[in-house]
């Protein structure tokens, strides 16, 4: 059974500061890796999706890498600003399912 | 926005009672899936239907159903709510094959 982990449970940072947030699974037989953000009390929006295939994914500010062997994703802000203050979910997508991490709980201080 | 919608979005019952919460999938999707999400966790997986026909399920009782119309919009039906049945309920809808699925905005249930 996939087990999806996220650390640090929670993170507070200075504005403009460049973070990590962590991701491990243990099998690593996936389809897919995607990192969502929620906002309190909303859905979830997608970030970057990277296939099994791949090695990672850009989109502006944000870097994510994958590397199966080792059960592993990182999620990289770069020049992080109040308005990225959420929550960072990543999930694992085999064929018809997706296991969620249960979150990295991002704070930016002005 | 993600193109998909659900209703409604809070909804109030009693322990006992049955719920059916809706979902519009986005235009040309032909996958819809079903999450629950408690507080302070991550989204767990219910099920996925495919061309109307269930095409996967996580580890959740019978009494969570679901449907997909010809126009793939769904429904989640939960019968006989437990108080751990509270939580916000997403689906998300995508296209077979692409892996990438679009959430809704969620509708959130509280059993009391």
């Known amino acids: 059974k996939q087990e999806v982990t996220q650390i640090p449970a929670a993170l507070s940072v200075p504005e403009g500061e460049n973070l990590v947030l962590n991701c491990s699974f243990t099998d690593s037989a996936i389809y897919n890796l995607q990192w969502f953000r929620q906002d309190p009390g909303k859905g979830l929006t997608s970030l970057l999706l990277i296939q099994s295939s791949q090695r990672e994914q850009t989109s502006g500010r944000l870097n994510a890498s994958l590397d199966k062997s080792s059960g592993r994703s990182t999620l990289y802000i770069a020049a992080s600003q109040p308005g990225d203050s959420a929550t960072y979910l990543c999930?694992?997508?085999?064929?018809?399912?997706?296991?969620f991490g249960a979150g990295t709980r991002l704070t930016v201080k002005p | 926005e993600t193109g998909v919608t659900q209703s409604p979005t809070h909804l109030i019952k009693t322990r006992g009672q049955q719920v059916t919460l809706r979902c519009s999938s986005q235009s040309g999707h032909n996958t819809v899936s079903w999450y629950q999400q408690a507080l302070g966790q991550g989204p767990q997986f219910i099920f996925q239907y495919y061309r109307e026909e269930e095409n996967g399920r996580g580890n959740f009782p019978p009494r969570f159903s679901g449907l997909q119309f010809p126009n793939y919009s769904s429904e989640l039906n939960v019968n006989a709510l437990e108080l751990d049945d509270s939580a916000l309920y997403l689906c998300?809808?995508?296209?077979?094959?692409?892996?990438?699925?679009?959430f809704g905005p969620g509708t959130r249930l509280l059993v009391l």
């Open positions: 999930a694992v997508g085999n064929n018809n399912d997706m296991r």
């Open positions: 998300a809808s995508s296209f077979s094959g692409t892996g990438l699925e679009y």
